[in-house]
């Protein structure tokens, strides 16, 4: 095993077997700050900081916003370990949702990628700080949209052909203008959360005319 420590929030593990990613796992538990990523023998220990916690939860905030407003049925579930053995890939994802799949995993604890759908939807923060490149571990998952919120700037990728193609539009909502979200949140955050969540459920009220069967 070798080890980088990179940055004080950050370490990079090399040579990881798939028996140690699992202990590892079962050794942190389910109650921990840290996020892994483990892709083909490279593991990323990461312990996000407080920037990194506001967008993941000020997004997924406005993800669950935006599908009571048109009255779309979702599951969420959050930072869950989503891993394949056959594809060496296990990633932690800033939060994850099911849209098109959610009844396939409605009210389900017991999840499993071997056999259930991966996420329809999931979210990552600051992937530029991130060292280990979490897309080839999604797209052999499966995950069929990837929402990246950078620097002020969120981005949409597809997976298409086994590899991610950014959009301009979001197979979950795709008549609203997604990438217009973080300067909707900049232009309320000053004023709260709550202010927020207003300003995003009237933002897509004002859409609804563009709503297919609205």
Sequence with gaps: MTVAKNRADRVMLYDISWQQFENLLKDLGEHRAARLAYDRTTLEIMIPLSEHEYYKEVISIAVQDIAEELAIDYESYGSTTWKRESRMAGVESDNCFYFQNEATVRGRLDLDLKQDPPPDLALEIDITSKSLNRFPIYARLGV???????????????????????????????????????KLIEQNRADGRRAIRRAVRKWVKIELPNQPNS
Excluded: M
């Design 144 to 182: 069929p949209e990837l929402w990246c919120y950078d620097s002020g700037e969120l981005k949409i990728y597809h997976l298409q052909d086994g590899e991610y193609v950014e959009s301009e539009n979001s197979l979950v909502f795709p008549t609203l203008a997604i990438r217009d979200l973080p």
